[in-house]
């Protein structure tokens, strides 16, 4: 069955650094998601992405962060400078294109601890 | 926007018990409503789905109602299993047309040998 992929599974960061969070989504899905999980709280949206450009994004989604579809199969989300409140568990997710219906199959998430 | 309101956790039941974990939302008009599980260490799963009123979703033996009179939308299993161990959450589009989720704050069960 087609899965949702990210890499790495676990990053460890010196505060101010950039980092790069790697997603796969599922190949026929045509929205791609971010959506973080600080320790104990909600799971929180980011940004969607569709058709190579961000169509909605969070409060949060500020000038620090920011996404990129390199290729016909990466998702990136990149910090460009990252705080110590970034640490956070990072899912990604993609949906199908059909009109409406909005079902997100999520990846295992990559855990960003910030130092 | 709409908004979720899950119960409280954790929830610790022997195997074999009965689980309820209410979900009630805030939205406007009738947008599809979702369960998530979430297993340790693993990511989010979509366990069931509603996309209309009086809908039920059920998978894997849990099932849940989409009730618009009273604006829920609870899990309900007969008779959970260790394996059922996870954190569980309700979820439904952030506002009308638009795709993003907004999660409640998730319930996590443990379910006793």
């Known amino acids: 069955e087609p899965e949702v992929t990210q890499t790495p599974s676990h990053q460890v960061t010196q505060m101010g650094q950039e980092v790069i969070l790697r997603c796969v989504p599922i190949?026929?899905?045509?929205?791609f998601y971010w959506y973080r999980q600080i320790l104990g709280q909600k799971v929180e949206f980011l940004v969607s992405f569709y058709n190579n450009e961000i169509s909605e994004k969070s409060e949060i989604f500020d000038d620090q962060f920011s996404v990129e579809r390199p290729d016909g199969s990466n998702f990136t989300l990149k910090i460009r400078s990252t705080k110590l409140e970034d640490s956070a568990m990072y899912f990604c997710?993609?949906?199908?294109?059909?009109?409406?219906?909005?079902?997100?199959?999520f990846g295992p998430g990559t855990r960003l601890t910030v130092l | 926007g709409n908004s979720v309101t899950q119960m409280e956790g954790p929830v610790t039941l022997s195997e074999e018990a009965f689980l309820t974990i209410n979900c009630t939302y805030t939205?406007?008009?009738?947008?599809?409503l979702f369960w998530y599980v979430q297993y340790p260490g693993e990511g989010l799963q979509l366990l069931l789905k509603a996309t209309k009123a009086d809908d039920k979703g059920s998978n894997k033996g849990f099932e849940a109602t989409y009730r618009k009179e009273t604006t829920s939308f609870h899990l309900e299993k007969g008779s959970v299993q260790v394996s059922d161990s996870a954190v569980y959450f309700c979820a439904l589009p952030l506002d009308t047309g638009r795709r993003a989720l907004t999660f409640g704050s998730g319930t996590r069960l443990q379910v006793q040998p």
């Open positions: 190949s026929n899905h045509l929205y």
């Open positions: 997710a993609s949906s199908p294109g059909t009109r409406g219906y909005n079902e997100q199959f």
């Open positions: 939205a406007t008009g009738y947008p599809s």
